[in-house]
């Protein structure tokens, strides 16, 4: 059984479109994470929410908008997409707030 | 604010050589420390984790790092190369006072000469 998943795994849009990536984790971790994968693998954290609740927002614009269901899902909303926005987005969990995250494969984004 | 510094952005060693990936770190409390591995097209899986416990931490697939708060540093070693050790592998910190936020450094990837 997968860990944490992500659909879809590739997405490729236009300029302008509106698109969703969704995770979910199977773990029954109470903590998940969206993180940003650059065309340098640079990553950095984007989202992380505790039991549904968000808390940690990083300096993303906000046509990138989390939202969690439950606690096994975090899904990631991107309006109006834009060349920049091209990269890896990575989920993770984990089980307390100070444990290790385990993260999903990835999803490919390219905007054209 | 806390960052990790990770020198060399590629490295290459021969099979059976002992691979050496530097890590520092940048922390105003004792920091958690993570090396973890991407393969390529792959998510990330952690290869060890130091949390203020013993400071040589032993991970998976014979990999080891050694904790040293004088020098600030984190490097991971592993004494002899194997082929299946090609991959990128990014070193992470945390200081885990309620913000469980991973900075990542830049990565290392790892290329291996047979």
């Known amino acids: 059984d997968t860990a944490v998943s992500q659909t879809p795994k590739y997405l490729v849009t236009q300029m302008g479109n509106d698109k969703s990536i969704k995770c979910e984790q199977n773990?029954?971790?109470?903590?998940m994470y969206w993180y940003k994968q650059d065309s340098k693998k640079f990553l950095k954290i984007m989202f992380s929410y505790n039991n549904k609740e968000l808390i940690i927002n990083e300096t993303v614009p906000n046509r990138f908008s989390p939202k969690s269901p439950d606690k096994a899902h975090l899904n990631l909303h991107i309006n109006s997409l834009e060349l920049g926005d091209s990269a890896v987005y990575f989920c993770?969990?984990?089980?307390?707030?100070?444990?290790?995250?385990?993260f999903g494969p990835g999803t490919r984004l390219t905007v054209l | 604010a806390q960052s990790v510094t990770q020198l060399g952005s590629h490295v290459s060693v021969s099979e059976g050589a002992l691979v050496l990936l530097r890590c520092n770190y940048s922390s105003s409390v004792p920091p958690y420390l993570f090396w973890y591995v991407q393969y390529p097209n792959q998510g990330l899986q952690l290869l060890l984790k130091y949390t203020s416990a013993a400071t040589l931490v032993k991970g998976i697939n014979g990999f080891e790092a050694e904790f040293k708060k004088s020098e600030t540093s984190f490097h991971l070693t592993k004494p002899s190369a194997h082929m299946s050790d090609a991959a990128e592998y990014f070193c992470?910190?945390?200081?885990?006072?309620?913000?469980?936020?991973?900075?990542f450094g830049t990565g290392t990837r790892l290329t291996i000469i047979p």
């Open positions: 993770a969990s984990s089980q307390v707030r100070a444990d290790t995250q385990y």
């Open positions: 773990l029954g971790h109470d903590t």
């Open positions: 992470a910190v945390s200081d885990f006072r309620g913000n469980e936020k991973l900075t």
